[in-house]
């Protein structure tokens, strides 16, 4: 699959970023287009579509943002010219069947076998077309779907519920329960940590920090929390990581966003991020989180194709931004915890736990910090090898001193830097412009 880490561990997504966060040869049409479909904005986004050049991406995404809102059989006329001007064209087929799912056509399930056997096919056409054949009472082929699913990628839970679901009504008791337990084996028969990471909230904090590779400086973070906001009706906070890299090295550039609105019980209600990556492409999304009816939606832009997904929505969501949170509120408190977290249109299980106390070295001093490490099962580019360290101030504040992780040759290490005075942030701002 593609590059799991945009919308999950930003602190480790944007030092691989390589190119700026849109291209110059995006049209302002394209691009607005863009925002107003990851925002959701649906009507705003057919507009800039109808302005921006035909091409078949433009097709494809005014089709996919007409199914999106409630416009199946214009969007299904659409995707069927589209299908057949584009034979070998994997997301024509995709939104195609897609399309004739949500008006009960029969053709839905060719379609799905057809994707299936598409060179292009993604895990998340898999659990799609699993759970097609399974309201369709097609079992063996909703079998066939789940276990593909599962042997491309062991970590998908849904996976695991569909294939459990699918032996149970097969008959197959003892398959059954091994899908079953392995599904609820990622979060350890919970669905999120015991401890309530609301506590690293903290209105108006600004941390900044330094990145650093061997002796190269890479690039300047900042995380900020900002007041309460209401979000679905309920009180939050709007949580911003951004990124911008050091303008000395020319083969290294990051400007990049992410954007995160906390409950204040700690789980993300929402969330934004505008990213590319010269491993992966561009990649924009915005997640939004109902829990009454406990869905999570997901709008996509990747490499100027729209997209979305609907997903159960589990206790305690977290993003990238939020996990840290989630690792700060645990150094206060010691132990573990397993928590489901959004990357690439799908839920999975990072895991936290406490090292021990330690003193470590900090601009100069000698520190009393917290040894975190945040483990997942996906991998990132460059190599990344999804654990991450952090050492966290052992007081109440909870801030991460330094955060360190492993690339494809040795580390990255993330450096808190000193407060400074208002006149002296905004000095330091225009020199890394200029």
Known sequence: MRSAWPGSWPL??????????RSSGQSTSSASAAGCWVEGEAEGALSALGAASRTRETALNRAVVQLYAGRAT??????????????????ALRW????????????????????????????????????????????????????????RNDGIDLAWRGLAQVETRLGDTASAHEAGARASA???????????????????EVLRYQVKYLFLHLASLTLETGGLVRQGGEPAHRVVFSAKSNGGIPFFHIDSRFESVVGEDGAVLAHRHVASDSDSGADDAGYDMDRRSRRCTVRTVRDGVFGYQVLPLPANAQDGVSVLLVARALARVRGTAVVPTAVDSM???????????????????DVRAVHMQAAA??????????????????????????????????????????????????????????
């Open 12 to 21: 480790v997504t944007v030092l691989l970023l390589a190119t700026s966060s």
């Open 377 to 434: 099962s996906y991998r990132g580019p460059g190599g990344l090898s999804g654990v991450v360290d952090l050492w966290i101030s052992d007081d109440e504040r909870a801030v991460p001193y330094r955060v360190k992780m492993k690339v494809a040759v040795g580390s990255v290490v993330l450096e808190l830097l000193p407060d400074e005075p208002p006149a002296a942030r905004r000095a330091s701002a225009g020199e890394a412009e200029r």
């Open 347 to 365: 839920w999975w299980p990072t895991h936290l736990r406490t090292l021990g106390v330690e003193r470590v070295g900090w601009r100069g001093r």
């Open 74 to 91: 214009e969007a299904a006329s659409a995707l069927a010219t589209l299908h057949d001007r584009e034979r070998g064209w994997t997301p």
């Open 186 to 204: 990622f979060y350890g028969g919970g669905e999120g940590p015991a401890v309530v990471p609301a506590s690293a909230l903290r209105p108006g």
């Open 96 to 151: 195609l069947a897609r399309a004739q799912e949500e008006l009960g056509q029969p053709e839905a399930l060719d379609s799905a076998a057809a994707l299936l056997a598409s060179p292009g096919v993604a895990v998340l056409d898999q659990l799609w077309a699993g759970d097609l054949y399974l309201t369709h009472g097609r079992l063996p082929q909703a079998r066939s779907a789940f276990q593909s699913a599962v042997r």
